[in-house]
């Protein structure tokens, strides 16, 4: 599915991430958790082609993305739904959610996972919301566009950077489910998040970063104990 191998990354002369490497494969869920500063928001950036990879590989289904220009990896079966969110607030949701189901069709109706219909049965609020314009929803409901737009570009790999950010806890909590149903689609997903129990919920796997490096892999039989393990929180979320 997706390898990114020994990574280097950053903004300008500032070097963020360095020799990183991780894998995701099919239809599985794999979390990326660190304190602010980690670097993890550059990595996210990195996979989706916002910031360039100086060095290192990044290979998706066989084939080198790395040097793929951001606009076309969604092509290469990637979508991200970055902290914050890109929507286009002055737009309605339908049309936030047209536009993004128009670039999907190109990916071929063998990579048709997602319908309007369909993000409407996931996210039933959305259905009496479709005329509103994005920017008079709450935070929770712009999430959740978000996310049903992302889906609507029919990848197979979902990038979700800190969803849970600003959100109440209720809605926090229903990202479990939401994710788990986008995983039963046959969709993987990349988890970057600083809430571990989100994201042990959520995740069968995790790699932890700190100050820009990979530093801990925790596999499925350690990483569901991984939020009551206060010492992980306190090396790792400074908590």
């Known amino acids: 599915m997706l390898s990114v ?4 990354a950053g903004y300008g002369a500032i070097t963020v991430l360095r020799d990183v490497s991780l894998a995701i494969g099919a239809n599985e869920g794999v979390a990326v958790i660190g304190p602010n500063g980690a670097g993890k928001t550059t990595l996210v950036r990195a996979l989706c082609g916002l910031n ?14 790395q040097a793929v220009a951001a606009h076309r990896r969604a092509a290469a079966g990637i979508a991200v739904v970055l902290e914050n969110r890109r929507l286009f607030g002055e737009l309605t949701v339908r049309t936030n959610l047209d536009l993004a ?15 309007l219909d369909g993000i409407l049965a996931l996210f039933p609020f959305m259905a ?13 409901e712009q999430q959740m566009v978000a996310i049903g737009r992302a889906l609507l570009l029919q990848p197979d790999l979902l990038i979700l950077d800190e969803p849970s950010t600003g959100l109440a806890p209720k809605i926090v909590k229903s990202l479990v489910g939401i994710i788990a149903r986008i995983r039963g689609e046959g969709v993987s997903v990349l988890l970057i998040e600083q809430n571990v129990q ?16 990979v530093v801990s892999e925790i ?10 393990d206060e010492s992980l929180t306190r090396a790792y979320l400074g908590a």
């Not at 360039?52 to 993305?65: A, H, L, M, T």
């Open 128 to 140: 009496d919301r479709l005329d509103a314009h994005v920017e008079l929803l709450s935070g929770g």
């Open 219 to 228: 596999g499925p039989e350690h990483w569901r104990g991984a939020a009551k």
């Open 101 to 115: 189901a128009r670039e999907g069709d190109k990916r071929g109706a063998d990579q048709r996972r997602f319908t």
């Open 5 to 8: 191998e020994t990574i280097t």
């Open 52 to 65: 360039p990879v100086r060095s290192g590989r990044i290979v998706k289904d066989g084939r080198e993305i």
């Open 198 to 213: 989100l994201a042990t919920e959520a995740a069968d796997r995790a790699y932890v970063m700190k100050l820009g490096r």
